[in-house]
């Protein structure tokens, strides 16, 4: 059992490979998926053939106190691809706009959005990870 969970930790351990793993996850956590995201994230990691850890390490950038801001952020950016404007966030706005009619809006945007936001977090996250891991090997070749 120990030296299966040894492997699971060090499989796909390069630098670049732990940064496209964690860069992955993050672009799976940022999807509006809730509930999929583990499952999506490790299929697509082992598809991939990921480091699995790494990946789902990346995938908790939802957690519950930054689900809001990504939600958010993700609705509007998909509002602005879709629409060319943000979401109605004023409350007169919003009781303007039937609740079934602006729930459709906000899930499409927020799907939209979170592909886009997902992205380019990932890519920006996973390149941060692999440059630090990096570096850490060559500061400690013994721990690579």
Known sequence: MREKLVALVHEGTTPARLGLAVGLGILVGCTPLYGLQTVLV??????LRLN???ALAGSQISIPPL???LAFTSGNLGELLLRH????LPLAKLRAVHPEAFLHRFVVAW???SII???VLGLLL???TALIIARRRRANPRHA
């Open 42 to 47: 490790l299929a697509l990691a082992w598809v």
């Open 52 to 54: 699995k850890v790494a």
């Open 67 to 69: 689900m809001p801001l």
């Open 85 to 88: 404007r943000t979401l109605p």
């Open 111 to 113: 799907a939209v959005g």
């Open 117 to 119: 936001l997902g992205t």
């Open 126 to 128: 996973g390149t941060v």
